[in-house]
């Protein structure tokens, strides 16, 4: 599976932003996806995931309230609505899928086999 991030940004704080994640190379139903995020010197961080069938969508406690996640099969793409986005939300985000569907847990980097190469979103205070 092959990925391409799109949508970061510069956004005050209260703002809102989305980002997208384009998939191809499988079909796009037979994986979970998710969202990641990494802060200069911090390890990468869950943000969001949604099950292969769009049925289930879990969040970090960070985010929840304030972010939805969503996939769009017609046009093969994840998407990450954020808003009243805050100053600590500033992180490269990363989208990933989990192509194996091994039954790990969907907030563990480690689950995931394939990784877009990150869209830097930047809340100014």
């Known amino acids: 599976v092959q990925l391409q991030a799109s949508g970061g940004g510069l956004v005050q704080t209260g703002g809102s932003l989305r980002l997208s994640c384009r998939a191809s190379?499988?079909?796009?139903?037979?994986?979970?996806m998710a969202w990641f995020r990494q802060a200069l010197g911090k390890e990468r961080e869950f943000v969001a995931a949604?099950?292969?069938?769009?049925?289930?969508?879990y969040y970090g406690n960070p985010v929840k309230g304030r972010f939805t996640i969503s996939r769009n099969y017609g046009m093969n793409t994840l998407n990450l609505e954020m808003s009243s986005l805050k100053p600590e939300d500033t992180a490269v985000y990363y989208c990933?899928?989990?192509?194996?569907?091994?039954?790990?847990?969907?907030?563990?980097?480690?689950?995931?086999?394939?990784w877009g190469q990150g869209t830097q979103v930047t809340v100014s205070s």
């Open positions: 949604i099950s292969w069938s769009g049925g289930s969508t």
């Open positions: 190379g499988r079909t796009f139903g037979n994986y979970n």
């Open positions: 990933a899928a989990d192509a194996l569907l091994r039954g790990g847990s969907l907030s563990s980097p480690s689950t995931f086999t394939s």
